[in-house]
């Protein structure tokens, strides 16, 4: 198993630009959370997934989209793209089941907005 | 969601134990104690999860005590390699809970 695997490992962006950050996982989890991390922060969740075609807001929302077409993937949407969003991305899977903090997670997309 | 409290950062020795405190003193009846540890430049890694007494794996032990308004994970005999950033999160994950929070963490480093 690949585990979760995220694309692309660095992007720099202009100011306004938009892009995908995609994320895909082979392990059947149902549960798919997108966390931002920034330089000596601990993680905040962005939006989470408790399976496909179901959404939700995390902590931190605001300038982001998602979409869950498949159990798989979970692609996270930057819409005019801001310095304020440059940070290091996390996606992460976890199974399905009360209590299970033990999420899976990629080794990030660090993004640079300018 | 119950707040939780670790120290910032803490030093100790190649050999040594090291035990990490976080302070939760408003956990909620369902809720789990899970850490985590982080190296630079990658995503976390889940360590342990517990919810009363003591969890034993072969990486870390968890230990709570019977009012859970704290928890102890300890590394037993520290090498340079344990040198990275431990989370502690409490919570109950079941259904559409979106507060999972981090923080900010221990930073640990392991001197020779």
């Known amino acids: 198993n690949a585990g979760v695997t995220q694309t692309p490992k660095f992007r720099i962006l202009k100011i306004g630009q938009s892009m995908t950050l995609q994320c895909t996982q082979d392990?059947?989890?149902?549960?798919m959370y997108w966390y931002r991390q920034d330089p000596g922060m601990g993680l905040k969740l962005i939006y989470y997934?408790?399976?496909?075609?179901?959404?939700d807001k995390g902590e931190v929302p605001n300038g982001y989209n998602v979409s869950r077409s498949t159990t798989e993937d979970f692609p996270l949407r930057l819409e005019l793209a801001a310095p304020s969003q440059t940070s290091v991305y996390f996606c992460?899977?976890?199974?399905?089941?009360?209590?299970?903090?033990?999420?899976?997670f990629g080794p990030g997309t660090r993004l640079t907005v300018t | 969601l119950a707040k939780t409290t670790q120290p910032i950062s803490m030093d100790s020795y190649e050999g040594q134990e090291v035990n990490i405190t976080c302070s939760h003193n408003?956990?909620?009846?369902?809720?789990?104690i899970t850490w985590y540890q982080q190296f630079p430049s990658q995503g976390p890694r889940f360590i342990i999860q517990?919810?009363?007494t003591k969890v034993t794996n072969e990486v870390a032990s968890l230990f709570i005590p019977a009012d859970r308004k704290s928890s102890t994970l300890s590394l037993p005999r520290v090498s340079l390699s344990d040198t990275a950033v431990y989370y502690c999160?409490?919570?109950?994950?079941?259904?559409?809970?979106?507060?999972?929070?981090f923080g900010k963490g221990t930073r640990l480093h392991i001197l020779p």
């Open positions: 517990g919810y009363k």
């Open positions: 392990m059947n989890h149902n549960y």
């Open positions: 408003n956990i909620a009846t369902n809720d789990y």
């Open positions: 992460a899977s976890s199974y399905e089941g009360a209590h299970s903090y033990e999420q899976y």
């Open positions: 997934s408790v399976g496909a075609g179901i959404t």
């Open positions: 999160l409490v919570g109950a994950l079941g259904g559409r809970d979106d507060k999972i929070i």
